[in-house]
């Protein structure tokens, strides 16, 4: 019986060995491409936005990832070390990007060598080499693309700090391959930033530096608001600036591009200083006293949005310093805004990775009381902000003023915004042929609620070099406009694709046990230099209290309290260094469970699970 049993248990054993081969085989042939990903972000998974652009390709695409492998591989050079890491996440979702596309991308990855061929298709394709091999050699980290119709795009640097917007990038590049000419960008504007006759100066004037840079990006085509009744088709976004009287006709023009889903980049402000209302040169304060504010209160009352046009925002936290007379020092003026990095959305294509940006006599915007849409602030104040009628900047000698009985909110206002939603009519009575009452989905209009953001002096200075205008930019306002109608000229799929959580996990459980430890630290620390005081002023009183000619020699008092604070100084040392013991025994104990977790728990919760399947088919076979 015993032999039986020992060949029945051998038995089985071959048996389950066998099954699970049987098992691996079968379920590499019927879960072919099947992922799981079981990360916290689901840094695996692609947004529904990239999955539908991927559906809607209709020719092959081919990506070419180049990447310095041995060029990084042995280096001390710390932002070598930053591209060697990020590597695998950047290859990681292009062989996800690849998996679900039907065959329709194609990724080749290439290590270009260095003084190789590789290293040469790699330049010639566009691709930034830095200078962080072990001799100074270039390495690569980007990727190439190109289509059946010889058309190419490419990104020349993945960066590191811009891992969050990966998918977007890379889902751009991917959009741009697939179309084949510049996109159609409707642009209206009361403001002269376009190429013109100057009244005032009697001369022609120059277009805005921000005009000339969209003119360069996109197939600009200027509109005319006053006759304005239907948008072409085949524009992908209208840019309207600062929006003045316009009749029901251009309004209802607008309203029915973004219901059939066009894209609509606003920009209005309750104090536009570049508006020529009023300019008389016989009569100055014409001009200073003509309103010069725009809204586009039809539509917005319509999607939602709420917008005062005679008021502004002051920001004490933002306020720019500027020069109000030749030999008087800068002031800070709390109604022209200095925004840097930390300040704008990292999750937004438009702002992300912008270093600074410039505004003045801003507005802002928030939702209204029945809102159905929501507003995704893209620039907000600080909260120590507060607003105010923009009567207080007409006639303004001292900005400072500005700053007198001051009483910020104690909230930020949202300056600039996208608006998402599903936006309904403003002209429901309207019968006009194709008439819609409400967009059939979702869409997206981004406003700012200043338009002085656009104007030379804000960001750049245009120079004449040789008969060549140079632009020199000393601000990223310029970039972000680019970067608002490139977003908005993309289609839905695209424009929906957010900036993602990125690998870096912190440890925040260790960082907790550092912060308490800290804590106490210093609190122990507090607590010896409170006693240390207390004994120097004992120490001192009792000095006082001697004869001139005892003042060099210590007292028995003087001696026991010096003996008793040196006694508790070694006692709160010992607790010092106890805390900090304390705190690596914690991560060290920390460390266990995890290891203990992964490495036995995991594993042995598994092969209980697969014995009681065993033993739970053997009672049914039995059974």
């Known amino acids: 019986m015993a032999f039986n049993r020992k060949t029945?248990?051998?038995?089985?054993?071959?048996?389950?060995?066998?099954?699970?081969?049987a098992v691996v085989l079968v379920s590499n042939v019927l879960l072919r491409g099947v992922r799981l990903d079981l990360t916290e972000s689901n840094l695996y998974t692609l947004s529904d936005g990239t999955r539908s652009l991927l559906?809607?390709?209709?020719?092959?695409?081919?990506?070419?990832?180049?990447?310095?492998?041995r060029g990084t591989a042995d280096t001390d050079n710390p932002s070598a070390r930053a591209l060697r890491a990020y590597y695998p996440r950047v290859r990681e979702l292009l062989e996800e990007i690849a998996a679900r596309s039907d065959g329709k991308v194609r990724l080749k990855v290439v290590d270009p060598v260095a003084y190789s061929e590789d290293e040469d298709n790699a330049v010639a394709a566009g691709i930034q080499g830095l200078p962080f091999g072990p001799a100074g050699e270039s390495v690569f980290l980007g990727v190439y693309g190109s289509n059946s119709t010889n058309g190419e795009a490419k990104i020349p640097l993945f960066d590191p700090g811009r891992e969050n917007l990966a998918e977007y990038d890379i889902a751009k590049l991917i959009h741009d391959l697939g179309t084949n000419k510049k996109p159609a960008v409707g642009f209206i504007s009361s403001l002269p930033m376009t190429m013109g006759f100057d009244q005032a100066t009697r001369q022609m004037r120059q277009p805005w530096a921000v005009y000339g840079e969209l003119a360069q990006f996109f197939d600009l085509r200027q509109m005319n608001a006053a006759a304005l009744k239907t948008i072409e088709s085949d524009i992908n976004v209208?840019?309207?600036?600062?929006?003045?009287?316009?009749?029901d006709d251009a309004l209802y023009a607008i309203d029915q591009f973004v219901l059939r889903g066009g894209h609509l980049l606003v920009f209005v402000?309750?104090?536009?200083?570049?508006?020529?209302?009023?300019?008389?040169?016989?009569?100055?304060?014409?001009?200073?006293?003509?309103?010069?504010?725009?809204?586009?209160?039809?539509?917005?009352?319509?999607?939602?949005?709420?917008?005062?046009?005679?008021?502004?925002?002051?920001?004490?936290?933002?306020?720019?310093?500027?020069?109000?007379?030749?030999?008087?020092?800068?002031?800070?003026?709390?109604?022209?805004?200095?925004?840097?990095?930390?300040?704008?959305?990292?999750?937004?294509?438009?702002?992300?990775?912008?270093?600074?940006?410039?505004?003045?006599?801003?507005?802002?915007?928030e939702l209204s009381k029945d809102s159905q849409s929501k507003l995704v602030p893209l620039i907000q104040s600080s909260d120590q902000a507060m607003s105010v009628p923009v009567d207080r900047l007409k006639f303004l000698v001292d900005p400072s003023t500005l700053l007198v009985d001051f009483k910020p909110s104690g909230q930020p206002f949202v300056l600039a915004g996208r608006l998402e939603g599903r936006f309904k009519t403003a002209f429901p009575d309207r019968k006009d042929a194709g008439h819609l009452a409400e967009a059939q989905a979702s869409n997206a209009v981004v406003v700012f609620a200043d338009t002085d953001i656009l104007s030379d002096r804000l960001w750049a200075e245009v120079q004449n070099f040789f008969g060549q205008?140079?632009?020199n930019a000393f601000a990223n306002n310029g970039d972000l406009v680019i970067n608002a109608v490139d977003n908005l000229a993309g289609d839905s799929d695209l424009i929906s694709i957010r900036g993602r959580a990125t690998s870096q996990r912190p440890f925040t459980k260790v960082a907790e046990l550092k912060r308490k430890a800290d804590d106490s630290f210093r609190q122990k620390e507090k607590q010896l230099q409170q006693e240390l005081g207390e004994t120097e002023r004992k120490l001192t009183e009792l000095q006082s209290a001697k004869s001139q000619d005892q003042a060099m020699v210590l007292s028995a008092e003087q001696k026991a309290e010096l003996d008793n604070f040196l006694k508790r100084k070694v006692e709160i040392r010992k607790q010092l260094r106890e805390v900090r013991r304390q705190l690596d025994a914690?991560?060290?104990?920390?460390?266990?469970?995890?290891?203990?977790?992964?490495?036995?728990?995991?594993?042995?919760?598994?092969?209980?699970?697969?014995?009681?399947?065993?033993?739970?088919?053997?009672?049914?076979?039995?059974g």
């Open 469 to 471: 205008k140079v632009l």
């Open 269 to 365: 402000d309750p104090s536009a200083e570049q508006d020529q209302a009023g300019a008389d040169p016989e009569n100055p304060q014409a001009a200073m006293l003509a309103d010069k504010s725009s809204d586009l209160s039809t539509l917005f009352k319509a999607w939602g949005l709420d917008y005062a046009h005679d008021k502004v925002v002051l920001d004490r936290a933002h306020a720019l310093q500027i020069s109000i007379a030749p030999n008087a020092p800068p002031v800070r003026h709390p109604g022209i805004l200095g925004f840097t990095r930390k300040d704008l959305s990292a999750d937004d294509v438009i702002t992300a990775n912008l270093d600074s940006i410039n505004m003045s006599s801003v507005g802002y915007l």
């Open 238 to 247: 209208v840019v309207l600036v600062h929006p003045k009287d316009l009749g």
């Open 8 to 21: 029945l248990t051998g038995s089985a054993l071959v048996i389950l060995a066998l099954l699970f081969v």
């Open 55 to 69: 559906g809607k390709l209709e020719e092959p695409i081919q990506l070419t990832l180049y990447f310095s492998d």
């Open 586 to 622: 914690d991560i060290d104990a920390l460390g266990t469970r995890l290891k203990f977790i992964n490495i036995l728990l995991v594993p042995l919760l598994l092969i209980l699970a697969a014995l009681g399947f065993v033993g739970w088919k053997s009672r049914r076979a039995r």
